[in-house]
């Protein structure tokens, strides 16, 4: 004879209910407002106790709209002397 728990009906056909049912447009914003709300905190957090590095500044450097094309490639990206590595 099969013995039953207390628990087997309940609970746990609601959760099952629960867990199988498809996503409500509710819950997906607020997933995905919840992951950006930690990225952007934690982008900040890391931004704030460790700096910006040089590379993003050159970054904005080289790749600002204050010259055109050609200038910007003689006047900047080939006195880099330090290029992205190739590795």
């Known amino acids: 004879m099969k013995q039953s728990s207390p628990l087997a009906g309940g609970i746990f056909e609601k959760l099952r209910a629960v867990c199988t049912a498809p996503p409500s447009t509710l819950s997906v914003a607020v997933a995905v407002l919840l992951a950006l709300?930690?990225?952007?905190?934690?982008?900040?957090?890391?931004?704030?106790h460790r700096g910006i590095w040089y590379d993003e500044v050159w970054?904005?450097?080289?790749?600002?709209?204050?010259?055109?094309?050609?200038?910007?490639?003689?006047?900047?990206?080939?006195k880099d002397n330090h290029p992205p590595s190739t590795r």
């Open 59 to 78: 970054s904005l450097y080289f790749g600002h709209h204050d010259l055109g094309f050609w200038q910007a490639l003689v006047d900047r990206w080939l």
């Open 37 to 48: 709300l930690v990225f952007l905190a934690s982008t900040g957090w890391i931004a704030w």
